[in-house]
């Protein structure tokens, strides 16, 4: 029996968060965060953490390849987790992180943007965007020694491919500080959705999330930024950089519909370059959670080729 409204559940999204009625927020899932290294022992790659904005607690994670020169492609990379869990600072991103760095010889910005319940939707694509401007003015002296804003890529996993789609397509319209241009964006595993009345229990579970994080969302479970195909949706020509990679796994829930965005941005009159790379026997997010496999190792390849095009 509860004895407390502050042990009274007011509302849960199974699996990932429980809102309480005094209005405290408990997450179900999460994976064990971790400090910065100046050294990586694995990889050599040294990372620190920044603060991008102290108004809207606003931060970064970067890392910096081991032999760095004055010239690496940038990453503006975004985590997953439904937009609600997970951190630019937990143990598995940090690794993830660290084999890209490294393999791909990229210096990576990984934002720490805020999440939902607590800061709903678009809160998440703000805090994306001015950190994108953020490296944009070289106001760290890692991007302005070592960084090169004219191979700019943004990119995430799951949620954060939702945001790196969002982010390139506003890229499209606005202009980011100084007249950088995004090069190219990965769109991995995403969080996008174009069948509300799918059967998939993965799809229905995309839907509760969206729902959950972005209530007041323009168009609902139909809005474009989660449907970018949907009815009176942005024409997808307008994608705001100049090469498009989608990465999918054959064993995602979502995965017809990230083949069908993939054919919908070729079939747009998108003016730049559009890949596709899928991943057979995997599921969502697999080279995440088990970056030494062999499939995972392949999509790293698929990436660095990508980011050095």
């Known amino acids: 029996m509860m004895n407390s409204t502050s042990e009274e559940v007011k509302v849960e999204l199974p699996g990932f968060v429980r809102v309480y009625k005094d209005g405290s927020v408990e997450r179900l899932f999460g994976s064990p965060l971790g400090p910065p290294t100046l050294e990586d022992p694995k990889t050599g790659v040294s990372s620190k953490d920044v603060t991008i904005s102290s108004d809207k607690n606003l ?6 390849p081991k032999l760095a020169s004055n010239n690496h492609p940038i990453l503006v990379y975004f985590h997953g987790g439904g937009f609600c869990v997970e951190s630019a600072f937990s143990l598995p ?5 660290n084999i890209l760095a490294s393999q791909g010889g990229v210096v990576i910005v990984s934002v720490e943007y805020r999440l939902a319940p607590e800061h709903p939707l678009p809160t998440a694509y703000e805090d994306c965007w001015t950190s994108l401007n953020w490296v944009a003015s070289l106001q760290d002296p890692w991007l302005a020694s070592h960084g090169s804003l004219d191979a700019l890529f943004i990119g995430g996993d799951s949620s954060g491919a939702n945001i790196a789609h969002n982010l390139a397509m506003r890229a499209g319209t606005e202009s980011l500080d100084n007249g950088v241009k995004i090069l ?6 995403s969080h996008l959705m174009d069948d509300p009345s799918s059967s998939n229990l993965d799809v229905q579970m ?3 999330v969206w729902n959950f994080v972005y209530p007041d969302a323009p168009g609902g479970s139909n809005s474009h930024m989660i449907n970018p195909m949907a009815d009176g949706a942005p024409s997808l020509a307008q994608l705001g950089c100049s090469r498009v990679l989608v990465i999918v796994a054959e064993k ?7 083949i069908r965005y993939y054919n919908a941005v070729r079939n747009s009159g998108f003016q730049g370059s559009v890949e596709l790379f899928e991943t057979k026997g995997e599921g969502h997010c697999f080279h995440i959670f088990s970056p030494d496999s062999e499939n995972a190792k ?6 660095t080729s990508f980011l050095h095009k």
Do not use: N, P, V
């Open 206 to 208: 995309g839907y509760k």
């Open 252 to 258: 995602e829930g979502q995965r017809d519909t990230e």
């Open 184 to 189: 190219g964006a990965f769109i991995s595993h």
């Open 59 to 64: 931060s970064a994670r970067l890392y910096l």
């Open 93 to 97: 991103h940090q690794r993830y992180m």
């Open 298 to 303: 392949l999509l790293f390849q698929r990436l």
